[in-house]
């Protein structure tokens, strides 16, 4: 990760005070840069047939879901990097932090305004809305928003973004749906590798229960009571309904690959 740092502002953040004073800047960089990614896969996807194929409520899933790809890469690359070599945030897991931890917070940050503000918009305007990614977004929006006001809980918002290990695949999948590649070795494979990462995901958020047990007496005392509400009610929420829900359905989607976002074009799209 201090590679991709360093990239991008050299030497600039070169402690956690550094990079603190600098939490909106990035964050509003974040915002931009994903806003860009969003309008250039708007411009390139007008030259794939596929595309201007879909509906227009389809063609914002499929910009929103590449973009969500890019996202999930990030993810999951910070993730493992600070479960693995950022040994400070386990030293404590209240308020443990490092540079690292700090941009992948405020790059988070950045990603879910975006999120929440495409996903709840495109909801309005459709007259559609997916409860449960919604809510999962918006307690991750306010849940991380929370980490950046209190300068704290940076262990389980760099590690628990392990969690979008699933999304590129996810974003693969529909897109092979939509492209009639459903029955393809490609789009199988895909979805193997999927369903065993949501399995994944759930050895991750017990790994997470299992921290927080570990430093019960840190957490209690020294958690703020907010995030701490927000952080648990969130990691309920994915490990006793939402990963189980999402590993069922894309276990049976790889029996009958269907989009079931848009059930109204699985007949055109077999």
Not at 17 to 39: D, K, N
Not at 90 to 113: C, L, M, P, Q
Request: net charge neutral.
């Amino acid at each position: 990760m201090e590679w991709l740092i360093k990239l991008l502002y050299g030497d600039r953040f070169h402690s956690n005070e550094s990079i603190f004073a600098e939490r909106y800047w990035i964050i509003g960089s974040s915002f931009g840069f994903f806003s860009v990614i969003y309008l250039l896969c708007l411009i390139v996807s007008q030259f794939s047939t596929t595309h201007r194929n879909l509906s227009y409520r389809e063609k914002v899933f499929w910009h929103l879901s590449i973009v969500r790809a890019v996202f999930g890469a990030f993810g999951l690359y910070a993730g493992m990097y600070s479960a693995l070599f950022e040994h400070a945030l386990t030293e404590d897991v209240v308020y443990g932090k490092t540079v690292i931890s700090s941009f992948a917070v405020f790059v988070t940050v950045g990603f879910f305004f975006f999120e929440c503000t495409m996903l709840f918009g495109s909801n309005i305007y459709f007259g559609y809305i997916d409860w449960n990614l919604a809510l999962h977004h918006l307690l991750a929006l306010v849940g991380y928003a929370m980490a950046v006001v209190y300068d704290a809980n940076h262990f389980f918002g760099a590690v628990g973004l392990l969690l979008e290990m699933t999304t590129p695949f996810s974003a693969i999948c529909w897109l092979l749906i939509k492209a009639k590649m459903a029955n393809t070795t490609v789009w199988k494979v895909n979805q193997m590798i999927l369903v065993h990462l949501f399995h994944c995901r759930t050895t991750v958020e017990l790994y997470l229960w299992w921290v927080t047990y570990k430093d019960l007496t840190n957490v209690l005392a020294n958690m703020p009571i907010f995030i701490g509400v927000l952080t648990y009610a969130e990691l309920a929420l994915v490990n006793f309904y939402l990963t189980p829900f999402w590993t069922y359905k894309k276990t049976w989607q790889f029996f009958n690959p269907v989009d079931w976002n848009h059930p109204e074009s699985n007949k055109k799209t077999k």
